[in-house]
């Protein structure tokens, strides 16, 4: 029997949305619009920056009535409040069911690059035989500021301290043979393993469990940058392994511009009284306000805690999490998978050979991200992103021709996959 023809028409879109139970959870977001334009702006940049949950607001109003009307009580718990003194630890729950780790094992602090830093100074003590560091070739700038800070502050050459591996040469994804190889010739002096859980210019997602177990297999430590991956695929830290992890929450967790990150620590570390940089936070709970001389960390995560936790940027994180409860992240994977394979063939319905996805297509490879390389690039391509947002479209672009588009399944819906496409279309010669 001859494989249905994929239905390509706005009707189908429409269709798909009044079949979706999520479609509800759009309601709860705020849609950013232009003014002048009719309606809410098509917004595929989740990967960039979420977008902000109504409930966020509020969240943020009771704490500003909690500064207003009780001042430094407000650390303190009352009828209708907690109080800010353990206010961190509300996140360690949902946080955890979104790592798929242990509640000890993570904690909301920082920001993702802070986060990173604190990691590596626990994890890369460098030795005469062990010293490198591995990371992707195309890692995100930030990652590698990070890692090259480091290894020059321990006094090494990045020169040749630094490893890196890419993609295969006329591919897009990891390069699993050189990896093995690069391990075979160079593992007994990799210090440090540090990966993505999604590649943020591809969109392709790592096997996080494998990638670990190759690493340990030689000997060396391994992190994940989780930017890309948390709130957006699903993990399962604790049983993969890694030594550690860090994220931030602004992009599918959609806590709001420089909001506050998170950390994972596995279990394995809790008891092994590591170096770290040492904050008051990450003193132990019930004597904190001795004032001790000598630093006691806590146990787990959240010993690596260096100040009080930001309650105003924190209150946001909390909204977006109710949200990701609610949905039930299962329920939130499987509509991710039928909205990212619907973007996927309308572009290619649409615009056939002058767009190739660089994004892996099997879903278990990939989040709801699709890279989209234009080929050749839009004519005017420096204004191309600002010719599509005249359309209506947000997303952003990559030099020299890479447009990343995101269908996040907590607010989007087939129509916007298809508006998207629509405006493509209409301008990428315009």
Known sequence: MPARAFDESSAAARALDEADALAPWRARFELPRDHGRRGALTYL???SLGLMPKAARRAVAVELERWAGRGVDGHFADERHD???????????PLA???GAKRTEVVAMNTLTVNLHLMLVTFFRPTRERYKILIERDAFPSDRYAVESQLRWHGLD????????GPRAGAFDLDRERLEALFAAEGERIALVLLPGVQYLSGERLDVGALTAVAQRHGCLVGFDLAHAIGNVPLALHADGPDFAVWCSYKYLNAGPGAVGGCFVHERWHAAGLPRFAGWWGHD???RFLMEREFAPMRGAEG???????????APLAASLELFRDAGFARLRRKSERLTRYLEELLRARLGGRVQVLTPSEPKRRGCQLAVRIDPPPRRA???TARLRAAGVVADWRPPNVLRLAPVP???RFADAHAAVSALARTIDA
Do not use: K, M, V
């Not at 109080?83 to 729950?93: C, D, K, P, T």
């Open 45 to 47: 940049c989740g990967h």
């Open 83 to 93: 109080g800010w003194l353990g206010f961190h630890e509300r996140f360690a729950a």
């Open 97 to 99: 069911a979104l790592a």
């Open 158 to 165: 990045p020169r040749d301290a630094l490893l890196e591996i």
């Open 285 to 287: 709970a019930g004597r």
């Open 304 to 314: 690596w805690q260096l100040s009080n936790p930001p309650i105003l940027s924190l």
């Open 382 to 384: 420096p204004t191309f």
């Open 410 to 412: 907590l607010y989007n």
